[in-house]
């Protein structure tokens, strides 16, 4: 089951994030780390490597964060190392935001079923070891890295040294339930 974590509202903007994946995360927070791809390909190049600049501010503010030991709730981090782009799972990323933008919703399951495990994959993720999404909704581009910094299982997933690449989306969609549309997937083959 997921669900937004925290909802906020400033002024017309209502932001929301939910984590998925990340370690040691309660089942309550719809915390759903996934290992072991049981995918056959055995293609381990990083995809396309095209970014948008929110993309790339993602990828550089993440790695920013990861470099500095922190805690994340009750968990404390020692500094990760940086995460490399993965084409791959951009498109997946980018895929899950323009689908809630179009759709109406907010969710780590698509209306159709679909999951991160299903999404990356699809997109050409293969042999994967390990998994992990963030999503955002309503938030500026300048403040979506700090709002799942600022939340414990957000921040989990982010600093998680486990994953190794990164793959980001960000959707803006005018009339759009919350505007903007964001998603990180993080992954480990």
């Not at 396309?48 to 994340?72: H, I």
């Not at 390990?130 to 600022?150: K, P, R, S, T």
Request: glycine share 12%; hydrophobic share 35%; net charge negative.
């Amino acid at each position: 089951m997921t669900r937004p974590l925290m909802v906020l509202t400033l002024g017309f903007f209502a932001l929301a994030l939910t984590a998925c994946g990340g370690a040691n995360l309660p089942a309550a927070l719809g915390s759903n780390e996934v290992s072991g791809g049981l995918t056959a390909s055995s293609n381990k190049d990083a995809g396309p490597q095209d970014m948008t600049a929110e993309e790339r501010m993602v990828l550089e503010q993440t790695n920013q964060a990861r470099a500095k030991a922190r805690t994340c709730g009750d968990q404390s981090f020692a500094a990760a190392g940086p995460l490399t782009w993965n084409g791959y799972l951009a498109k997946s990323a980018r895929a899950h935001s323009q689908d809630m933008a179009s759709k109406s919703y907010f969710s780590h399951v698509g209306p159709d079923g679909s999951t991160l495990v299903t999404r990356n994959e699809a997109a050409g993720y293969g042999s994967w070891q390990e998994l992990g999404e963030n999503i955002a909704a309503g938030y500026a581009i300048a403040a979506v890295v700090q709002g799942w910094i600022d939340s414990p299982s957000h921040c989990k997933t982010l600093m998680d040294p486990k994953y190794k690449e990164l793959g980001a989306g960000y959707i803006y969609q005018q009339g759009a339930q919350y505007g903007t549309y964001w998603t990180q997937e993080f992954g480990t083959r």
